[in-house]
């Protein structure tokens, strides 16, 4: 049974990434896509570079943050072979390109504006996902 307190967590953290997401369209008018931010301090133009940084920082600091809070919830503990989670990486990285975002910037803010090409890459990425999973634990790659 779900507690109350259970379902606060995911809500307040969704509305603060709505608010960020909202925030960063509202400031900067750039979506926060983290691929397309990322991918803009790879390719650095000028004038363009420290919200970028500051945006992939914070994410990066929160993230330590929250591990050093409560580190019950970052376990590394996956069963999987360095080998296998970089080819898991490599294939992530392809397919955000291939689809021309993430989900963060598809899935947040393309639905949000409507984005005919986010109601078509969000289902897209997740049943792909949900594909992959299902063939690896039918096959016994992944249990």
């Known amino acids: 049974m779900i507690t109350d307190f259970e379902i606060i967590k995911p809500l307040l953290g969704?509305?603060?990434?709505?608010?960020?997401?909202?925030?960063l369209m509202?400031?900067?008018?750039?979506?926060?896509?983290?691929?397309?931010?990322f991918e803009g301090l790879l390719?650095?133009?000028?004038?363009d570079i420290l919200w970028r940084f500051l945006f992939i920082f914070g994410l990066t600091v929160g993230g330590y943050a929250m591990?050093?809070?409560m580190p019950e919830r970052f376990s590394l503990?996956?069963?999987?072979?360095?080998?296998?989670i970089a080819l898991?990486?490599?294939l992530v990285g392809i397919g955000v390109h291939l689809g021309?975002?993430?989900?963060?910037?598809?899935?947040?803010?393309?639905i949000s504006r409507v984005s005919m090409r986010s109601f078509t890459a969000v289902p897209t990425f997740m049943g792909a996902g949900a594909l992959v999973v299902?063939?690896?634990?039918?096959t016994g790659v992944s249990s």
């Open 88 to 90: 898991a990486g490599l």
């Open 14 to 23: 969704g509305v603060l990434i709505g608010f960020a997401s909202a925030f």
């Open 77 to 84: 503990e996956t069963g999987r072979s360095i080998e296998l």
């Open 26 to 37: 509202l400031v900067r008018g750039r979506i926060a896509g983290v691929s397309g931010i």
């Open 67 to 69: 591990a050093s809070i």
């Open 134 to 138: 299902w063939f690896l634990r039918s």
């Open 100 to 110: 021309c975002g993430c989900t963060s910037g598809h899935g947040i803010c393309g």
């Open 43 to 47: 390719r650095p133009k000028s004038g």
